[in-house]
């Protein structure tokens, strides 16, 4: 298979991938139970404001003449706008997606920054107290959810000991520092569940690499063992790592929302529970649309990360 039709599937399945995302998304409000524009405007309803919110959502109109209107506004960019607020969709997402791109890298850098070196140290001290104590921290970490760690870390941080806020959110332009203190908490919260999966899954490689011939003959040559540990040893150990980093991410996006709610960010995960309490279906219907778009891109530049890291696979491909 040559890498161009490779490319060529792997956009038709992409392509497929995003009609169906596309569907649900409007499957989501359309098939509501009741009369949708009712629920919109719940008490505020008179007869004059349904027939009108009827008309402005087609609501008169067969469900595929509806699903092609609002596909057709989305290509143009176009997501809808709250009924209550007037504010473009797009905009509104776009205005609360700094937050969650920062709660998210902050995460993974965190995780990684401990899951990469732990997992190298874990995997050269194979069988050792140092890794069954740290393969045992991993089991507890896993076994607790980040809403717990939340609750735990602002009891002791924010309550007890007072040194970091235990909601709101600063942005980056008010002051590196304080925002840093802002994202502590809900950063650790999350991060602290994906080192376990990031570290377990490191170790299992990298022990497996390390009994490769070519560590073998690195050792040979006299080569330090930091060397091999981080030169030698974790690129070929780390494929599998950028996979689940790059779903992760993605994972992100939409499950972020416990954590953005409790600590007060104002990121797209509270901006979606917001739309729910609100009754702001149409922007529901958008978020939901926008994640899982996001999530699909991800994975694609996941995949093309994979592929520089390891070259093997365009070689494979060409051949």
């Not at 949708?36 to 008309?55: F, H």
């Not at 140092?130 to 002791?156: K, N, R």
Request: hydrophobic share 55%; proline share 4%.
């Amino acid at each position: 298979m040559t890498a161009w039709r490779r490319v060529g599937l792997g956009a038709a399945r992409t392509a497929v991938t995003l009609l169906a995302v596309s569907l649900v998304s409007f499957l989501l409000v359309a098939l509501l139970p009741g009369d949708l524009a009712l629920l919109i405007l719940a008490d505020s309803a008179t007869p004059e404001r349904l027939a009108s919110l009827r008309a402005e959502l087609g609501l008169d109109q067969p469900l595929w003449q509806r699903y092609l209107t609002w596909m057709s506004n989305v290509l143009h960019g176009d997501l809808g706008r709250g009924i209550h607020s007037g504010e473009a969709t797009l905009d509104v997402i776009l205005s609360r997606l700094p937050v969650t791109i920062e709660l998210i890298l902050l995460t993974q850098v965190v995780a990684l920054g401990l899951a990469i070196p732990l997992g190298i140290w874990s995997a050269y001290r194979r069988g050792s107290a140092v890794d069954h104590t740290t393969l045992a921290a991993c089991l507890a970490l896993l076994s607790t959810p980040a809403f717990v760690l939340a609750l735990g870390m602002i009891y002791v941080f924010a309550l007890q000991l007072q040194w970091l806020p235990a909601t709101g959110y600063v942005s980056l332009s008010e002051g590196v520092w304080e925002n840093l203190q802002s994202m502590a908490m809900p950063v650790l919260s999350l991060a602290l569940i994906e080192v376990p999966i990031y570290l377990r899954l490191l170790r299992s490689e990298m022990v497996a690499t390390l009994q490769q011939n070519f560590i073998a003959l690195a050792r040979g040559m006299g080569l330090p063992t930091w060397r091999i540990l981080f030169e030698n040893a974790l690129r070929p150990s780390s494929l599998n790592l950028i996979t689940v980093v790059g779903i992760n991410m993605g994972r992100l996006m939409g499950g972020a929302i416990i954590i953005e709610s409790m600590f007060a960010l104002p990121g797209v995960g509270q901006l979606l529970v917001e739309s729910i309490y609100q009754q702001e279906y149409l922007v529901t219907q958008g978020i939901v649309l926008f994640v899982a778009v996001a999530f699909i891109g991800i994975n694609l530049l996941t995949d093309v990360v994979y592929a520089l890291v390891d070259p093997r696979l365009l070689r494979d491909a060409e051949a």
